[in-house]
């Protein structure tokens, strides 16, 4: 409960407040949690239009007290960008929680990259407004952060006006990331020149200027820590952002960074260029009712085969609503699924051991990860609605 003063009440902890709600017209309730022993898992504010800020502070004050609590649901809830930056601070303190959902929050638009580096798993935002501006601001979150990136399993930004601008931001994000294994970009107006930008991402590429900075950024500090950590633990203001903190911590988190690293782990020197491997981490792409022709159908083929002798890859490429019919097309979407469906098969085939070397991380990921429509019968009555 909130009170006009500001100040939260949970009903529980306050049973003589509890009796006296109803005549309290300047109370306004948002929680009630009689049953202790339930654990929750999911608080759904679902088209709960926060109008009052005391409102939203509220809902963040009540989210500490349910050490289960993993799925956040906030559409169509008219957050703000002071909304978002609020939430951010909070979901850094919220270890469990691994799924938000925004859906329908488009005057956020400024703020929602200061989400993606809270310890999330699945972030939702369609119909959020969100363009080239704020691609470019998500883009910089996971370029710029090598030694905290990201750690999203599924991003969804369908629904938002993404265009062809906004799509060279997007194959930043898959160039530098290996952790992302879902992305819908369902309705996001992209044309055939933005699928093309994307589809590079996937295969062989050259650094840019600004992703060789990043690279040689990553290999600096590791030979600065190399030569420093022996000698010294004390930390002085010429050393790297990264090695501030224990020295010992630091060095092994940059030592882990130059391992799986993709500008640094998985590149070579050819033609004066660096080279890097396309990315085959991401299994699940959803570009469905976009402007794409032909000529992205067969893009898109050429890449699934040429993806065809790796373990991991694309599994589901979800094209509906484009190029429609033309007998060609629907030609060519059956001829991308059958690829995709015969190295689903392959993969089912592969001896154990070599199966559970390219899927552990994958297992690890998503064993940390579950999503509201996963629930038990037993989880879903741990659900508030509101």
């Not at 902890?13 to 022993?37: E, F």
């Not at 709960?48 to 939203?56: E, S």
């Not at 979150?141 to 060279?168: R, T």
């Not at 950024?217 to 002085?236: H, V």
Request: glycine share 4%; hydrophobic share 35%.
């Amino acid at each position: 409960m909130i009170k006009e003063d500001g100040q939260v009440v949970l009903v529980d902890n306050a049973p003589t407040i509890r009796k006296s709600i109803i005549p309290l017209d300047s109370n306004l309730v948002i929680y009630a949690y009689s049953n202790l022993n339930l654990k929750l898992r999911a608080l759904d504010f679902r088209c709960f239009r926060i109008m009052d800020p005391r409102l939203f502070f509220a809902i963040i004050q009540t989210m500490p007290h349910f050490p289960d609590l993993f799925s956040l649901q906030l559409d169509y809830c008219n957050l703000t960008s002071e909304h978002i930056l609020i939430l951010k601070q909070h979901l850094s303190r919220q270890k469990t929680l691994s799924e938000l959902n925004l859906t329908g929050n488009p005057h956020g638009h400024r703020s929602f990259h200061r989400l993606l580096r809270c310890g999330l798993k699945v972030l939702i935002l369609k119909f959020c407004n969100i363009a080239e501006k704020g691609l470019r601001k998500m883009a910089s979150e996971y370029l710029n952060h090598p030694y905290e990136p990201p750690g999203l399993l599924h991003l969804d930004l369908s629904h938002n006006p993404v265009f062809d601008e906004g799509c060279k931001y997007i194959a930043s994000i898959l160039k530098c990331d290996r952790t992302l294994r879902s992305l819908n970009l369902t309705d996001c107006k992209i044309r055939d020149s933005g699928l093309e930008l994307i589809a590079l991402s996937f295969r062989t590429f050259a650094l840019s200027d600004d992703e060789i900075c990043v690279r040689r950024k990553i290999r600096l500090d590791y030979f600065r820590l190399l030569q420093e950590t022996p000698f010294s633990d004390e930390p002085n203001a010429t050393k790297p952002e990264a090695t501030l903190a224990n020295p010992k911590d630091s060095f092994s988190l940059v030592e882990t960074t130059v391992k799986i690293h993709p500008f640094v782990n998985e590149t070579v020197q050819e033609n004066r260029e660096i080279l890097v491997k396309g990315n085959c981490t991401l299994e699940h792409l959803n570009i469905s009712y976009n402007q794409l022709s032909k000529s992205s159908l067969d893009l898109l083929l050429k890449t699934v085969m040429e993806q065809a002798g790796t373990l991991e890859a694309l599994q589901q490429l979800v094209l509906e609503g484009n190029c429609r019919n033309d007998p060609e097309c629907d030609s060519l979407k059956i001829t991308i699924q059958e690829w995709l469906a015969g190295r689903k098969t392959r993969s089912r085939s592969l001896p154990g051991s070599v199966k559970s070397k390219s899927s552990l991380k994958r297992r690890r990921s998503s064993g940390a990860t579950s999503t509201t429509s996963g629930l038990s019968s037993r989880d879903k009555h741990s659900s508030i609605h509101a």
